[in-house]
């Protein structure tokens, strides 16, 4: 089939006689890459004939690999949408779907879901995020890790599609007011990609460039009868799925941030990274999301240069565009990061008021009993049946996971985000640590102090306990150690501290504008009396 037949193959799908089982209607849709036919109960994918620089569709043949690739990539975390790979046979105007012969041309044959099933035209919940979390989490954990051999994921890989989303927008019709943010946008991406290099290539060494889904966002994802299915992977170009894992959760974010939904934002990402333990993703997330976020507003420009657009649509695309240039800009900024430390016994509500807060604040939530059981290779849920002082409670397991919790914190700040630590800090120099820290960072820093009576704090230990769904293992003979042995905010503490009493429902609203107020007074460091030396010792082995 010659080029110039391919709008007469396109009109030919469009005929429910061309298709091997029952169709009524036909309907077209189109991408800047692709063309779907919906069918009866399935779907068709047609790659165009096209070659972009960062795509090569020019030739059946390619096309015809990239069809088998698709099929192999989207069946890890869509196997039951995606069928197989089809040919078109027949003449352009009549062609038969899957018919004998010489193909005309290949389609993936996958099965149709209703397109409200998109995220992107859904309402998102909670669980929703936390589930995809989740499952792009263990998604990350299965997947093939670059060789070292490869250029897959290396630096100059990686700046070099960054480049291109630049030169694409620039050769296509941006308004002028776009060039000044186009120009300030390399600037920065070249300027930060001096300054991570090292970081790439670290985390490279350590396994985090892995053959990902690599076009991870709302539009992408569907729920089908219950089930998440994350579609349309990556298939034409191997560097674009090749990629550091957090490169592909930079665009989901990024995805949900730009639609406004930013709660759910953080909420994916704070359980993304209590799933994987990857913190270090952060250090480049900010890069990766100004990347992800110029390649739609590349695709946009793509879809800007041809010829099928209505004044309407042009206007719209136009104005889509500036909206991804501004929010790629508006990660270019630097901004004041905040320490807040949530303190008390077991059962006052640390992590049940985090986990509240965490949706509402932009924070990285780090809670002491997940880390604990990540140092011992443990499941969040898995349970130990240690007495307290033994098994992964022992004092020095103790002091291990005060000691990541400040290296992650440590690590977090200095990447531009605020940072929630969630334990019991009952010692006084665990807390004054965590605000040196701050001070290092000149972060704002706040203690959210909680506390309960103790007959309220035992029923809750012991109802925690028994539903099993909790990674606290704390119980009653840990909750008496720990009040006995807890040290009280002194004088210059409460000078940063929000005291709430959980006993009743403590009101998201005041607790976040005492939080706020805080926050944002300044951290200097400060002289402090030492604490005695023999209470120092008895709160490093009482945790």
């Known amino acids: 089939m010659e080029p110039e037949d391919f709008p007469r193959l396109l009109a030919g799908m469009m005929r429910p006689d061309a298709y091997p089982h029952a169709v009524e209607t036909v309907e077209h849709l189109e991408t800047h890459i692709s063309h779907v ?10 790659k165009k004939p096209l070659d972009l620089g960062f795509l090569d569709f020019s030739t059946l043949e390619r096309r015809h690999l990239c069809c088998d690739e698709e099929l ?73 890790v670059a060789d070292e051999a490869s250029a897959y994921g290396a630096p100059v890989v990686i700046l070099e599609p960054m480049l291109e989303n630049l030169r694409q927008i620039r050769s296509r019709s941006v308004i002028p007011a776009n060039i000044a943010r186009l120009d300030h946008l390399e600037v920065w991406t070249r300027r930060r990609f001096a300054e991570l290099t090292p970081v790439m290539e670290k985390r490279r ?21 219950g089930e998440i299915c994350i579609f349309d992977a990556i298939e034409f170009n191997p560097n ?4 550091d894992t957090a490169s592909e959760i930079a665009f989901f974010v990024m995805d949900l941030e730009q639609s406004g939904e930013r709660a759910h934002a953080q909420l994916f990402l704070n359980r993304y990274l209590e799933r994987s333990g990857d913190y270090g993703a952060l250090r480049v997330l900010d890069f990766y999301k100004v990347y992800r976020a110029m390649v739609r507003a590349k ?13 309407s649509e042009e206007a719209d695309i136009r104005r889509q565009c500036t909206h991804y240039l501004s929010l790629a800009e508006s990660y270019t900024q630097p901004r004041r990061p905040h320490l807040l430390i949530a303190c008390g016994l077991p059962g006052s509500g640390k992590s049940r008021l985090s986990y509240r807060l965490r949706e509402v604040r932009p924070m990285i939530h780090l809670r002491s009993d997940l880390e604990r059981k990540r140092l011992f290779g443990l499941h969040e849920l898995e349970r130990t049946a240690t007495q307290v002082g033994k098994g992964i409670y022992f004092p020095n397991a103790t002091n291990w996971t ?21 334990a019991t800090f009952i010692a006084r120099e665990r807390r004054e640590r965590f605000h040196d820290l701050a001070a290092k960072h000149r972060a704002g820093f706040g203690i959210l102090a909680l506390d309960a009576p103790l007959d309220v704090l035992r029923e809750r230990v012991m109802r925690r306990l028994s539903r099993g769904d909790d990674a606290s293992e704390a119980d009653l003979a840990v909750l008496e150690r720990q009040h006995a042995g807890r040290q009280c905010l002194n004088d210059w503490e409460r000078g940063y501290a929000v005291l709430v009493d959980t006993s009743r429902e403590p009101q998201l609203v005041d607790v976040l504008s ?13 002289q402090r009396s030492e604490a005695h030396p023999e209470a120092g010792e008895r709160q490093r082995l009482q945790g």
């Open 37 to 46: 036919f919906l069918a009866g109960a399935y779907a068709y994918k047609l």
């Open 72 to 144: 192999r990539l989207n069946c890890r975390l869509a196997p039951e949408l995606y069928l197989g790979v089809v040919a078109l046979t027949g003449e352009p105007d009549a062609p038969r779907v899957g018919g004998e012969g010489v193909a005309l041309e290949f389609a993936v044959h996958m099965r149709r879901f209703p397109q409200a099933s998109l995220l992107d035209r859904l309402p998102l919940s909670s669980e929703l995020m936390r589930r995809l979390a989740e499952l792009v989490a263990e998604f990350h954990a299965r997947i093939p």
């Open 205 to 225: 060494r350590e396994g985090f460039v892995r053959e990902c889904h690599g076009d991870m966002h709302r539009g992408n994802i569907a729920l089908v009868d």
């Open 240 to 243: 674009l799925r090749w990629i």
């Open 299 to 311: 695709v946009l420009a793509i879809r800007l240069g041809q010829r099928d657009l209505q004044p």
């Open 402 to 422: 005060y000691d990541r919790l400040h290296r992650l914190a440590d690590a977090i700040l200095a990447s531009g985000y605020d940072v929630l630590v969630d």
């Open 514 to 526: 005492r939080i706020d107020a805080i926050l944002d007074q300044e951290t200097p460091k400060i």
